[in-house]
């Protein structure tokens, strides 16, 4: 029988990430001195020599030792995480590609990735004491703080894009206990939000600064490790919004070398949407990243023109550590969304199948080898989305009328 008890965590503590000031495990947004970033540390020497054994249990908790929630009962949980990691062989077959892995998350309660960040945030707020959470969000972030602060008892103030998808809305709307619907864009909100978030009014749920929020998303690194055989890709596609994501998993990675557990971290590729390109175009043009005027996008959850500082870290890790950076168009992302679903019978949302789209243009200009393995992040449901449907008119059938359709159909 195995333990399912969760172990214990290893965090201990938060560093700067500009000046390398250092602070005990509190709730502390940004750093004293030098109002940089903050960033979660482990006692990984302790973590190398209790071995892979230390983790144990399903979902997210899993990997409690290297998450930041200390007591076993603010670990909120929903079911989230241990998503499947998907061989592609028809899609790898589309694309010419060797080996193609699709992590999809998808299949979380919410059905995106924001419920690994969730999962540690609403878990922080129960830490730290607080009784409201809040968001800013287009949609996703929205339903799944909603949900996980409705899970944990708390008060949840969501802030939604008015452009969010009727489902998404039906969602935030059932589990929300205060739903405001916003104006413009995320980027017009968010500073103000941000000053709130400052004068502790309620737990800053946001994807700016909070690190325990963050650091959910880090166990996609180490789930895609583990199924993948203890074996990272050679290659990982990961979204970029505002850059949790791409930051906590190349953190993740990061970890896994200094415990000696991999030899060394996959090249990172960071996508976005053209509409919404503000890091890929900084990467492309050399320069410093210049926050964009952004209007709609279909991939709504990348829509973020000004990512602020998390945007310039994401930066300065692909250029410090050799990533790739890319957009795709609106088309490309559409038909990546239909390519994914005929090939491999997965449904994702726009914002889940523009990575995808990305390495499709990468292939192209051969900036990515075909003979790598490749692990693209599908990172949420085609389920949220709103779209036309096809024609809705039905036939009537009788016994044989079916047989025929049936027998016609099946014709080679
Ligand atoms: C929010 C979101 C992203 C982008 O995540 P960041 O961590 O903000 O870069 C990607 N995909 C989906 C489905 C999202 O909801
Ligand atoms: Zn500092």
Known sequence: MQDLTPTESLATGLTCIECGATYPLAYRLECDRCRGLLELHYDLDTLRRRGREAFQGPGLWRYTAVLPIARPEHRVTLGEGQTPLLECPGLAKFLGVKRLLIKFDGTNPTGTVKDRSSATAIAAALQFGFQAASVVSTGNAASSIAAYAARAGLRSL?????????PKMLHIGATATDLIIYKGVYDDLIGHWDRLAEEQLFFDCGASRNAYKQEGKKTLA?????????RVPDVVVAPVAVGEIFIAMARGFRELTR???????????????TRSNPVSRAFRDGGPLTPIKIGYTVAEGLATGDPGKKGEWVLRLLRQEGGLAADAEEEEILEAQKVLAKTEGIWAGPTGAAQLAVLGRLLAKKQ??????????????????????PTRQGAAFDYNSLRALVLGRLAP
């Open 158 to 166: 969501i802030f939604v894009y008015e452009r969010a998808s009727a």
């Open 222 to 230: 180490y789930e895609i490790w583990e199924q993948n055989g203890f």
């Open 259 to 273: 415990l000696g557990w991999i030899e060394k971290t996959p090249l990172m590729v960071a996508a976005q949407a």
């Open 368 to 389: 990515v080898d075909p003979a790598q393995t490749i692990c693209v992040i599908v990172s949420e449901t085609g389920l949220k989305t709103e779209a036309e449907v």
